[in-house]
């Protein structure tokens, strides 16, 4: 074991690859088969700087190489996304890879960074439990192009141990959430695609059970609550805009005696529980986690769920690829940054949801296609009630552009004056501790 009061820490020399890669081969040494570590060290020595960020270092004992650390990001990843390597012998994990640990956190915190990750074999087992013990959490795992198993495990900002890993839309800044108070942006929600039947019908089969009492979590105009309310004894739905709230009262069964509309932030609302189940769509990642899940883990009666909804968008939809590139272009000239990393809405279904040391994932389920017509305008307007195309955001002049931008390129997909595309719904469930 080392010493780590005998370290020297310092930048990576090219004389030192040789010394690096027998370090890797004997960090990975208590996995079963160890593949060779030759083309890792390859890739980390011939990382292209030109595209992105590379930051290296190397710790010494005695003149010997005993511990690596790094930090990489590339151009095509989501902005501010990094990937991170600590390559110790297993001994000094706890010793001199949690001091490489707090090197990388500090550089992290330099370059402001939201979101680091590492991605290990599956197979690393011991490693990747000593990465969650430092607060490192699973995101998810998946195959190689070889069929290796990896899993990727991250951490957000400030990269502290039990700190709280969301889905990547939590990293946007929350005053994009102030735009859902705008009365236009609120009218343009009446184009947002319907959930499907299939959606409520496995809500309510996780109240089986339980009190028929639903929080609906940021509900928006409330899609959620007036899906279910026939259903439920009552239903307690929340949100911080008194116009979406103006909406959901409006709209058929609004005015059940069942609803109460409850204008506040989650995080100083009142609640009224046992909840038989928590459900928040396309809201969560607007709150402050730590504030609002022990609060919902609270609120909930014991043994039910708390539910995530996300998916309202076309999932490969003939357009997508211009639409992606579009957007891109014009993120680019209205904010003088071109977005990185641009998921598109299958890769956005797939996606967990929530991660997050209180939630305990349980299941997943995303639903059949359902098919959805809009004329142009009504796509249009569908898009802006998103927060990134909102037009009090955009302004007269952008929307207008965007409009017509648009326009020109979806008008090669009209048949019979209609856009025809389909949505899923990703529905994921699971328990709360509090």
């Known amino acids: 074991m080392v010493r780590v009061d005998s370290l020297t820490i310092r930048s990576v020399r090219d ?212 899906g279910l309310i026939d259903n439920l004894e009552r239903a307690d739905a929340i949100d911080p805009s008194a116009e979406m709230l103006r909406l959901a009262r409006s709209l058929p069964n609004g005015a059940n005696a069942k609803i109460r509309w409850i204008e506040s932030k989650l995080e100083d609302s009142k609640l009224d529980p046992p909840y038989g189940l928590i459900v928040a769509a396309l809201s969560l990642h607007w709150m402050d986690l730590d504030q609002v899940l022990p609060k919902f883990a609270a609120a909930l009666a014991p043994g039910a769920f708390l539910a995530v909804l996300d998916g309202d968008a076309p999932i490969n939809a003939p357009w997508e690829r211009d639409e992606t590139a579009f957007y891109s272009d014009f993120l680019e000239k209205v904010d003088g940054k071109r977005p990185f990393g641009w998921k598109n809405a299958r890769q956005q279904l797939d996606q967990p949801k929530l991660l997050h040391r209180l939630y305990k994932p349980v299941g997943v389920r995303i639903t059949q296609p359902t098919e959805i017509s809009q004329t142009i305008v009504e796509y249009l307007r569908c898009q802006h009630s998103r927060a990134t195309w909102s037009e009090d955001h955009l302004g007269n002049a952008a929307t207008a552009d965007f409009d017509a931008g648009m326009e020109k390129l979806l008008s090669r997909y009209v048949i019979a004056g209609h856009l025809h595309y389909v949505v899923q719904t990703r529905i994921e469930w699971g328990h709360l501790s509090a």
């Open 15 to 226: 004389a030192d690859w040789p010394a690096l890669l027998a370090l890797a081969e004997k960090s990975v040494a208590e996995m079963p088969s160890a593949p060779s570590q030759r083309e890792w060290a390859s890739n980390r020595r011939s990382f292209p700087t030109a595209n992105g960020v590379q930051r290296q270092f190397i710790a010494t004992a005695d003149g010997q190489v005993v511990g690596y650390a790094g930090l990489e990001h590339r151009g095509q990843w989501m902005e501010d996304d990094y990937r991170l390597f600590v390559v110790v012998v297993p001994s000094d994990r706890d010793s001199l890879g949690i001091r490489l640990l707090a090197l990388l956190r500090s550089e992290l915190l330099q370059l402001q960074a939201r979101r680091a990750w590492f991605l290990e074999y599956e197979s690393l087992t011991q490693f990747n439990s000593w990465l969650e013990s430092q607060g490192f959490m699973r995101v998810e795992s998946f195959n190689l192009g070889d069929g290796t198993s990896v899993v990727r495990m991250a951490m957000d900002a400030p990269f502290e141990h039990g700190g709280t890993v969301t889905w990547p839309g939590a990293n946007r800044d929350r005053l994009l959430g102030q735009r859902f108070s705008s009365a236009r942006m609120v009218e343009n929600y009446l184009f947002r695609p319907p959930y499907s039947p299939e959606v409520f019908e496995t809500l309510l089969g996780f109240i089986k059970g339980h009190p028929r009492v639903v929080l609906d979590a940021g509900c928006g105009p409330g899609k959620t609550t007036l």
